[in-house]
């Protein structure tokens, strides 16, 4: 009922900027907490940055400084600024959202099917 769509990916060269995108749409009464994770071959999924509905972020040590959350929330979008990359930043991306679909229900975690970020000359 309640999807998230990424956008923004692709084939990046190495210190490129590329800006991701995330969409909930479907049967939705308010988006809470909103993030972004990436999972590199071979690797666990690990967190990227949260924002809350106030706009509050957290980010991974590793990420601070070269990535930026933000949101809109009269559309439902988080969006994440990527900086300088380089080739082990090569990963899918996925969106991640609490969800409330209707007043009195409390909050659902959903995932996005991720977008691919490959960067490579």
């Known amino acids: 009922q309640v999807q998230l769509v990424e956008s923004g990916g692709g084939l990046v060269q190495p210190g490129g900027s590329p800006r991701l995108s995330c969409a909930a749409s479907?049967?939705?009464?308010?988006?809470?907490?909103m993030g972004w994770y990436r999972q590199a071959p071979g690797k666990q999924r690990e967190l990227v940055a949260t924002i809350t509905s106030d706009g509050i972020t957290n980010y991974a040590d590793s990420m601070k400084g070269r990535f930026t959350i933000s949101r809109d929330n009269a559309k439902n979008t988080v969006y994440l600024q990527m900086n300088s990359l380089q080739p082990e930043d090569t990963a899918v991306y996925y969106c991640?959202?609490?969800?409330?679909?209707?007043?009195?229900?409390?909050?659902?975690?959903?995932w996005g099917q991720g977008t691919q970020v490959t960067v490579s000359s």
């Open positions: 479907g049967s939705i009464f308010r988006v809470n907490v």
């Open positions: 991640n959202a609490d969800v409330i679909i209707s007043r009195g229900l409390w909050w659902r975690n959903y």
